[in-house]
């Protein structure tokens, strides 16, 4: 069964780093196909893909936010960590660990999301 | 980046009615996934590779399309499925979605 658990720091202030952690279980990232990948939602708005770290440990990342983050993995493939430099209030969203279909781009598994509030 | 957007924004549908939702890509895209999400959940994959029915999902949803229009069709609403839904493409980077269709029941 695969599962996807999301864990950050709830609340923190401008221009601060956020770290965001992706633990998973019931594959590996190590398995060739696996992507994981990170989206972001604010409240009452549309999807927004953030990055993307896949079994051979390569990177992709969204042009537009690509100077900010910074996405890796750990080395017993079971951990997908993403970093956002000099955060904004813009930043405040639900940040979500998907892993893509095996053979397909479509996120077939979804963690729960952990919400982040950047605030003074 | 490719633009979706999502048509309609809004729509209410009966019991047993069909609902089409649009995207339309602002370049060409290979492929389009759908996705459904309830309010305060996480999304979940409908349809993959334009047409392809994801593990669980009901019969009754289906998808179509090709280059820069693609479309989810509910051949017969049900009460469970209002709820907000998103196609994505991925055949450029950036991975995009759609900005959404709100499907309430009437």
């Known amino acids: 069964q695969v599962t996807l658990k999301e864990s950050g720091p709830g609340m923190l202030q401008p221009s601060k780093t956020l770290s965001l952690t992706c633990s998973f279980s019931g594959f590996s990232l190590s398995t060739s196909g696996m992507v994981v990948s990170w989206i972001r939602q604010p409240s009452g708005k549309s999807l927004e893909w953030l990055a993307a770290i896949d079994w051979d440990g390569d990177k992709y990342y969204n042009p537009s936010l690509k100077s900010r983050l910074t996405v890796s993995k750990d080395t017993s493939n079971t951990q997908v960590f993403l970093k956002i430099t000099s955060v904004d209030i813009a930043d405040t969203a639900t940040y979500y660990c998907?892993?893509?279909?095996?053979?397909?781009?479509?996120?077939?598994?979804w963690g729960q999301g952990t919400l982040v509030t950047v605030s003074s | 980046e490719i633009v979706l957007t999502q048509s309609p924004t809004t729509t209410a549908a009966s019991p047993g009615e069909k609902v089409t939702i649009t995207c339309l890509a602002s370049?060409?895209?290979?492929?389009m996934y759908w996705y459904q999400q309830k309010s305060g959940a996480s999304p979940k994959l409908l349809i993959y590779?334009?047409?392809s029915l994801a593990s669980g999902v009901p019969d009754r949803f289906s998808g179509s399309g090709s280059g820069t229009s693609y479309s989810l069709t509910i051949n017969t609403m049900e009460a469970e499925d209002a709820a907000t839904y998103y196609c994505q493409q991925w055949s450029s980077n950036p991975l995009t979605f759609g900005s959404g269709t709100k499907l309430e029941i009437k």
């Open positions: 998907a892993r893509r279909l095996r053979g397909a781009d479509g996120f077939a598994y």
């Open positions: 590779s334009t047409s």
């Open positions: 370049s060409s895209v290979s492929n």
